[in-house]
C-alpha cells in the first residue's frame, strides 16, 4: 500500500507543466481584424492602444501569470491573415508556474 507521503512525492516528481509560449507581434504587418484576440483560448491578447503605419491597432499581450499566460498553442499565428504574429516555445521551471 501506497503511503499518502509517498503519493506526494510521485506527484511532485511527476507534476505536469503549463506549455508556455512567446509571443512576437510584427506591428507592422497587423491590419488589425482581431482575429488572434478572438480566437485566443487564454484571452492573453487585447487590442493594444498604439496605432501602426497602416492606422490599425495591433495586439499586445497581457499576460496574468500563474494562470493567464500564453500556453503556446499557436491558434494566433495560424488565424492570421497577415502573418503579423508568432509563437515560440519558452522553456519553464516547475517551479515558476
Known amino acids: 500500500m501506497v ?3 509517498e503519493k506526494q512525492r510521485l506527484l ?16 507592422e504587418r497587423c491590419k488589425g481584424c482581431g ?7 487564454k484571452k492573453v491578447l487585447v487590442e493594444s492602444d498604439r496605432i501602426n503605419e497602416k ?3 495591433p495586439p ?3 499576460e496574468k501569470p500563474p494562470v493567464d499566460v500564453c500556453i503556446n ?3 494566433c499565428e495560424r488565424i ?16 515558476e508556474q
Open 12 to 27: 511532485e516528481r511527476e507534476a505536469a507543466t503549463i506549455p508556455r509560449g512567446d509571443v512576437y507581434i510584427v506591428e
Open 80 to 95: 492570421c491573415p497577415d502573418f503579423a504574429i508568432f509563437v515560440k516555445e519558452k522553456k519553464v521551471n516547475n517551479s
Open 55 to 57: 492606422g490599425y491597432h
Open 3 to 5: 503511503t499518502e507521503a
Open 73 to 75: 498553442c499557436g491558434f
Open 60 to 62: 499586445e499581450l497581457v
Open 35 to 41: 482575429l488572434c484576440i478572438a480566437f485566443c483560448p
